[in-house]
């Protein structure tokens, strides 16, 4: 007789759209592993309480969670033991399910962001960083910025909701110092032509009818433009960046990165160069796939 798969997957409100199944569904497959990753959607506040009430039954077959918009800071009052950074942060992305049904949550999207920026090279000690938009992911990206040891010298954050930024500044200056960031009014504050780093984390340039968030001719070549939108894989925003000669990069790094970390968090282990391999490519393809 077969067992059963365990379960594992992603809660969300949308999540059909989510790339994190064919990712992880090719790590279980590389390594031999009877899992499955799921898609579950949850309509609103009252299917997640009883979504959390169903996971600490012994039955239960999920043993691992990502968990996206809108309730990756709902999701941690839900946990058991929170990671000491995802306290900091405020939110989860990831949990862990035990056999006593014992629930950990942990956030790596920051991590995720920060490994990626590694890989392309950029250390942020020291560095004139600026951030465009203050929800969720600006969230996890303004933490891990401020927690890291490698400490930059300044983050400059504009949001069009200027007292959006004020709120998420002043949430997270609860329990981290935030002392190296600076809300600012307008894009044109945001000092871009002196900043190594530009960091978009807002959602404008997911359509291609959105409009420009930064006035093209301040980029320039001795900066990292980053847009932690993957798909498109080219926004209009890093388009811009580029003819102006500065290294872009997209999210999708980003993504891989936090899926890698969740997936280590769920087996316990670090996942070889081979698995990752495969993760990326499958990624890779889909996110393609998604805007072709
Ligand atoms: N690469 C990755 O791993 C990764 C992970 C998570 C998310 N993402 C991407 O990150 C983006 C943001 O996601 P999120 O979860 O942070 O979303 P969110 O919490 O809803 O925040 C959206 C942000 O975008 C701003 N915004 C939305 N529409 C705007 C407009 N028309 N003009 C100016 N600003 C606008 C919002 O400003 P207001 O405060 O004014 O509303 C807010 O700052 C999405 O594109 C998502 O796909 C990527």
Not at 117 to 140: H, N
């Amino acid at each position: 007789m077969h067992e059963p798969p365990a379960i594992y997957g992603i809660i969300g409100n949308p999540v059909a759209h989510s790339l994190s199944p064919f990712m992880h569904n090719a790590a279980f497959k590389a390594l031999g592993v009877n899992a499955v990753y799921q898609l579950f959607p949850l309509a609103d506040d009252e299917e997640l309480k009883l979504f959390f009430k169903d996971l600490k039954e012994q039955s239960n077959p999920i043993f691992g969670l990502n968990v996206t918009v809108p309730y990756k800071e709902k999701a941690a009052a839900y946990v058991d033991v929170l990671d000491p950074f995802a306290e900091k942060v405020g939110a989860v992305n990831t949990l862990v399910i035990d056999h006593q049904r014992k629930i950990r949550g942990f956030n790596t999207d920051g991590p995720g962001f920060l490994v990626h920026l590694r890989e392309l090279d950029f250390d942020p000690r020291a560095k004139r960083i600026a951030v465009v938009g203050a929800g969720g992911t600006a969230r996890a990206v303004l933490s891990v910025l401020c927690l890291v040891k490698e400490r930059p010298q300044s983050i400059l954050l504009f949001n069009r909701t200027l007292s959006h930024a004020k709120e998420l500044v002043d949430d997270l200056s609860t329990r981290m110092d935030t002392g190296i960031i600076r809300v600012v009014q307008d894009t044109g504050d945001l000092n871009i032509e002196l900043a190594d780093l530009l960091v978009n984390t807002s959602s404008v340039g997911m359509k291609a009818e959105d409009p420009r968030i930064i006035d093209p001719s301040l980029f320039h070549s001795n900066m990292l433009v980053y847009d932690v939108i993957y798909a498109p894989a080219e926004t209009r925003f890093l388009s811009d960046a580029k003819a102006r000669g500065a290294k872009t990069a997209n999210g999708l790094g980003m993504l891989f990165y936090q899926g890698v970390l969740a997936f280590e968090h769920w087996a316990d282990v670090e996942i070889d160069d081979r698995v990752k391999r495969v993760m990326r490519k499958v990624l890779e393809e889909k996110a393609g796939a998604a805007h072709v």
